[in-house]
DNA sequence: CTATATTTGTGCGTATGTATG
DNA sequence: ACATACATACGCACAAATATA
């Protein structure tokens, strides 16, 4: 799923994935995304990387960042 | 007793002393260790680093922590 | 039963240092 | 010089569990 050693960058890959399951329908909209350090441990990537794959997703108008409280998934 | 440039991060020197303090009896088996802000505080590092401490121990089996409670020190 | 205080759990924002391609 | 990635460390805010008044 993740491949470390691919010609995108990880946080690209963890962005895309994470998109996937958004347009599935998992989380639905207004429910809050994994957390960083979740995301983190599940794609086995940094802290960092998670956070950067975040910030792809908040670029692409998919969710919205509460500092403080989580990531949500955006209502289309 | 704290080396903020030393080599060795500091969760990880904390982690030490609060290892030397436990094989010293102090605390005790089955008593709780002080408090993440009150180690935070007494080593001046911030809470993150306190928990990262605590971590370790409780990865050295030194230590159980329950949640809304407080860490415990492990009957060796 | 409710309210409050304490402590751990979680999550985000930020900064710095190191290493690699 | 730059982008990527990891590790460490700071801070802040809120949630959840526990104990007690």
């Known amino acids: 799923m993740i491949d470390p050693e691919?010609?995108?960058p990880?946080?690209?890959q963890v962005a895309d994935e994470l998109e996937r399951r958004?347009?599935?329908g998992d989380p639905p909209p207004n429910r809050v995304l994994p957390g960083e350090l979740a995301i983190a441990?599940?794609?086995g990537v940094a802290r960092g990387t998670a956070r950067h794959?975040?910030?792809v997703?908040?670029?692409r108008g998919l969710v919205i960042?509460?500092?403080g409280r989580g990531t949500f998934v955006a209502k289309s």
């Open 6 to 8: 691919g010609a995108t």
């Open 10 to 12: 990880l946080y690209e």
């Open 22 to 24: 958004i347009r599935a």
């Open 41 to 43: 441990q599940e794609f």
């Open 53 to 55: 794959a975040i910030a």
């Open 57 to 59: 997703l908040r670029a």
């Open 65 to 67: 960042t509460v500092p």
